[in-house]
């Protein structure tokens, strides 16, 4: 199996609001600071990424927002915030492209996706630029008539 492919079992929860509200310039992966119960809420699929975004304070790259719900059986004594802000696994080097990217460049920092890889949970982050009014008419003609042209292309097919 080709590494580029990613098998679907392992994606968790997709940002589908991302690809219409920016354009995404640069994919990077990042490791979560989770705790334990997050982590089994996670495994349940009780994830949500669709208000979430990324955001860097004092060297650190923190995903605030984003709603990861308890499970009903776990130990109800500790306190559970389910969108508690959550640092980012990033190197130095990599944090440091990001603040240029960011400050310089005035891209904006998305989730993108949310993850398994070899029994640890990864975040895709975007380098994104916000669209306009215009360029998400655009881009939905766009979609749009890709799926009218594999109708019409069907139908020829059929009818040969």
Known sequence: MN?????????IAVNKKASHDYFILEKMEAGLVLEGWEVKGIRALKVQ???AYVKINKGDVLLIGSNITPLSYINKDTHKNATRTR?????????????????????TL????????????????GIAKGKKKYDKRQ????????????????TKLKSN
């Open 110 to 125: 998305i989730p993108l996706t949310l993850y398994w890889k070899n029994n640890k949970v990864k975040l895709q982050l």
């Open 139 to 154: 881009s939905e003609k766009n979609k749009d008539w890709a799926i009218e042209k594999n109708r019409i292309v069907k």
């Open 3 to 11: 590494q580029r492919t990613k098998n679907t079992e392992n994606i």
């Open 49 to 51: 990424l669709k208000e």
């Open 87 to 107: 640092k980012l696994l990033l190197n130095q080097k990599e944090i440091n492209t990001l603040i240029g990217k960011v400050q310089k460049e005035g891209l």
